[in-house]
């Protein structure tokens, strides 16, 4: 199914919106940006293909984005360094590809999703000083913000 285009018309009053699971497929529209006063965004584990458009980067109030286990693809857009207030970013599971655009560094992220993604690039060590979870394909992006558990309290960083 898809979502009633009367949802991207709540402008005033829709704070979060949580639809995972819900067999969702198509795009997602470009009139997520109406939606500005959203603080959560979850869209997880549903259909959706395509890329993320440029317009989520006028959700500014953004605190939550998850889009795990979709099919969506493209690169990341530069628009993700408006989100400036996100702290959760989950990306796990879609076959996004590029590198991870320097403006996600510099979001107050608690929690950061890339596994199972062909994403690639480097994530700094500054991010160490707001993330309490990562979890990142080492293989492809390069970071000095996580370890990778080799056994029962034993961690290496990632290569």
Known sequence: GTVPLQIWEMTDRLAGLDIDYNKLKGLIPTEVGRLTLLQSFDISSNDYSGTIPSEIGMLTALEWLDVNSNKLTGSLVREFGELTM??????????????????????????????NTNLSGTIPSSLRLTLTTATIDCDSVSCACCFEVIADDVFIPCP
Request: charged residues 10%.
């Open 86 to 115: 996100l702290q959760a970013l989950g990306l796990f599971g879609n076959p996004l590809t590029g590198a991870v655009p320097p403006q996600v560094q510099t979001l107050p992220l608690e929690l950061l999703r890339l596994e």
